[in-house]
């Protein structure tokens, strides 16, 4: 079993069924995912989407004793500073990107 480094602490995924992204916190990660609006306007969802996406299996938030939050994968001993899920959508919205141009 992956051990965690000294002082940090594992988190609990706290999932609420009815959270909506605000229009900030959605245009901040539409812009991260390498979108464009308004061209990529149709692609919004998978940003929406993204946002509301659950860790996968094994992963936990932890947070450093400086209060950075990383992800941590307690079957294989990965970390990650960016939610596990991130580049999945990434990648979808490059696909559809291309797709539609």
Same mark, same amino acid.
């Given at each position: 079993? #992956?051990?965690?480094?000294?002082?940090?602490?594992?988190?609990?995924?706290?999932?609420?069924?009815?959270?909506?992204?605000? =229009?900030?916190?959605? @245009? =901040?990660?539409?812009?991260?995912?390498?979108?464009?609006?308004?061209?990529?306007?149709?692609?919004?969802?998978? #940003?929406? =989407?993204?946002?509301? #996406?659950?860790?996968? #299996?094994?992963?936990?938030?932890?947070?450093? *004793?400086? *209060? =950075?939050?990383?992800?941590?994968?307690? @079957?294989?001993? *990965?970390?990650?500073?960016?939610?596990?899920? *991130?580049?999945?959508?990434?990648?979808?919205?490059?696909?559809?990107?291309?797709?539609?141009?």
């Amino acid at each position: 079993m #992956a051990i965690l480094p000294t002082n940090n602490v594992v988190l609990e995924e706290e999932i609420d069924d009815k959270f909506e992204p605000s =229009e900030e916190e959605l @245009m =901040e990660y539409v812009r991260w995912l390498g979108m464009s609006l308004p061209e990529d306007q149709d692609l919004v969802w998978i #940003a929406r =989407e993204g946002l509301k #996406a659950p860790l996968p #299996a094994y992963w936990k938030p932890c947070r450093t *004793d400086d *209060d =950075e939050i990383y992800y941590f994968n307690f @079957m294989s001993g *990965d970390s990650v500073w960016e939610h596990p899920c *991130d580049e999945y959508y990434r990648c979808v919205q490059q696909e559809f990107h291309l797709e539609f141009i």
